[in-house]
């Protein structure tokens, strides 16, 4: 590979980590950091052995993206998969936004109901929509002390143990 092809390969895969953070995927984050020191490095062999890393965990990242995708299409009724309310929702992708929510919601930021959109998706019509719900309206009415608790009630619900995140 020459010089360019090694610039570009290392814009690329920190793009990547950048959206792997903002996404929670911290394997996918932690691979790529490890990808782009071995670019830096330019050892041919560490980087094959971390592109091959890096594929599988962003072949991980994709499944999941498309399996909440199939989920508001089945949620839609356009697929002959069941309905989000029949499925267990996928506690490795919803904690990291749980958590990522609780932090804002403690920093009072605007930027909480973008996040809260995105558990949203993740959680669809289940059992669990009536919490959404008010949680959403916690957070309209800028009332984040009342929608950590509600999130903290959210999070007992899923099995997620806030507590131990401090």
């Known amino acids: 590979m020459n ?5 570009d390969m290392a814009a690329l895969v920190h793009g990547i980590k950048g959206v792997a953070g903002n996404l929670g995927a911290n394997d996918l984050n932690a691979t790529a950091t ?9 050892d041919p062999v560490l980087m ?4 091959h890393r890096f594929t599988k965990e962003l072949k991980t990242v994709l499944q999941s993206i498309n399996n909440v995708a ?3 299409t089945a949620h ?20 990291p936004l749980i ?10 930021s605007l930027d909480a109901d973008h996040v809260l959109a995105g558990l949203k998706d993740l ?11 008010s949680l959403e309206r916690k957070i309209s009415d800028f009332d984040y002390e009342s929608a950590i608790s509600e999130l903290m009630k959210l999070a ?7 507590l131990e995140r401090n």
Do not use: C, H, W, Y
Not at 48 to 51: C, D, T
Not at 78 to 91: C, Y
Not at 99 to 108: C, F, I, P, R, V
């Open 76 to 95: 839609k009724g356009d697929s002959g998969a069941l309905p989000l309310n029949d499925q267990a929702p996928d506690i490795k992708t919803v904690e």
């Open 99 to 108: 958590s990522e929510l609780k932090g804002l919601l403690e920093e009072s």
């Open 70 to 72: 199939l989920k508001k």
């Open 123 to 133: 959680l669809g019509d289940s059992l669990f929509q009536t919490r959404m719900q």
């Open 34 to 42: 490890e990808l782009e020191k071995a670019i830096q490095s330019v």
């Open 156 to 162: 007992g619900q899923l099995g997620i143990n806030m």
């Open 48 to 51: 094959e052995n971390q592109i």
């Open 3 to 7: 010089d360019n092809q090694l610039d």
